[in-house]
């Protein structure tokens, strides 16, 4: 699942409960995903991000589900 930031904040009833939330950017300098943790920690959620980013992700030929 994919919500941009800005959309974040009115968008939380969609995550789901209960479950590891992986924040991620476009690089590692980056700052929106810290921005994303800053919102969803205070509200409960486990959430954590992921370093390198996105493209690093890609990059290193891990799994990615697309809907």
């Not at 409960?17 to 590692?28: A, K, L, N, Y």
């Not at 409960?44 to 992921?50: D, K, N």
């Amino acid at each position: 699942m994919s919500i941009p930031l800005d959309e974040l904040a009115e968008r939380l009833d969609e995550l789901p409960s209960g479950m590891d939330i992986v924040t991620c950017c476009r690089g590692p300098y980056c700052v929106y995903s810290y921005d994303a943790l800053e919102l969803l920690r205070p509200r409960g959620f486990a959430a954590r991000r992921l370093d390198g980013g996105f493209s690093e992700w890609l990059a290193t030929d891990l799994p990615v589900v697309r809907s």
